[in-house]
């Protein structure tokens, strides 16, 4: 029990750093995870092993998880509230990583939507890692015994298998794990890309054009704004039959906290460039606060360091305690500190 948990209900969810931090990530995962700590006791993760299931630059690994760690302070994380830390500092996650995997099956992880998307085209020489990452988000939850994954809807697959997997241990081994349910929020869940509407707005997509990036200045984001892609017809509404104005209707709607009706009224009869030069407005105000927060805090970089060390420390103690369970319920014995020397305080 962490120090701050105060009986709250723990959540766990993680982001890559792995690319910056657009709106759809905003949107569907962080700025929930902002909301949520207040009544719950959150852990937040970078989650750095993640992006080594596809090819990386290692003398960027690190500036790029202080950067994400960067921007999740500056959109509101609070590191005495919540734990946030970086995967790769807190070992048991790679350990129970491996005890899963030799609970998961060939089947279930190939049926995993995103492993069918990005083993596209490469054969036999996909990575395993892209199989198996499935299993190391599920460790990443499980450690912790949370009961709440907040999470963009894309990740729903991921939350079943990490379920089937908890079950699945519980019924051979006992209760050492906590099942649990994915949190999805209803507004900005599944935002799309701003040129293709029938793709999600992603990361690791490498057209510029497709995605608002929380850092970007207001000028690029209003250039964006202008060049989205419309459907046909004039009018600003949404529908199955516009799914283009259908996304930014809803980004505008989960701004501003407005509901799509209301939007749709606002802008009756005046056309496409009025409603994207307005979208355009309230967006840059939205994530103005958030922008000018990070450069401050992205120029200090030793402070950046220090949260990640504290939360590193508090993250490894929770997970350490459900790390003996493992070990004992699975027959790997009483579990004892790891063989080294202590490691003097970082900082
Ligand atoms: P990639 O493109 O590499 O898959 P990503 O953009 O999905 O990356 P992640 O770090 O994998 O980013 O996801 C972080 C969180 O953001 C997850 O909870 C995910 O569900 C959410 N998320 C990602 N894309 C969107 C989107 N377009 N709309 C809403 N939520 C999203
Ligand atoms: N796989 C997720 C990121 C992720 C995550 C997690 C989310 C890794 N570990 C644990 C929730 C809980 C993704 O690609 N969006």
Redesign the pocket.
Known sequence: MDRAEDGRTRLF????P??EI????Y????RRWVELQRDHFGIFSV?DL?ALT?PWDPARLRDQVVDTTALLLAAGIDPERSVLFAQSEVPAHAELTWVLTCLARMGELRRMI?FKEKSRGAGESVGAGVLTYPVLQAADVLLYRAAGV??????RQHIELMRDLAERFNASFGPVFVVPEAWVGEA??????LDDPTE??????PRPGSKILVTDPPDVLARKIRSAVTDSGRDVRAGADKPALTNLLTIYSVVEGVTVTELERRFAGRGYSDFKAALAEAVIEFLRPVRERYEVLVADRARIEDVLAAGARRAAAMAEETMVDVWAATGLGRRRPAYVAPVPELG
């Open positions: 969810s993680g982001i890559q792995t690319g657009h709106l759809g990530n949107l569907g995962a962080v989650v993640h596809l995103q907040p999470v963009g809807e894309d990740q900005g869940a599944r935002i799309m890309a999600k707005m992603s990361k690791s997509s």
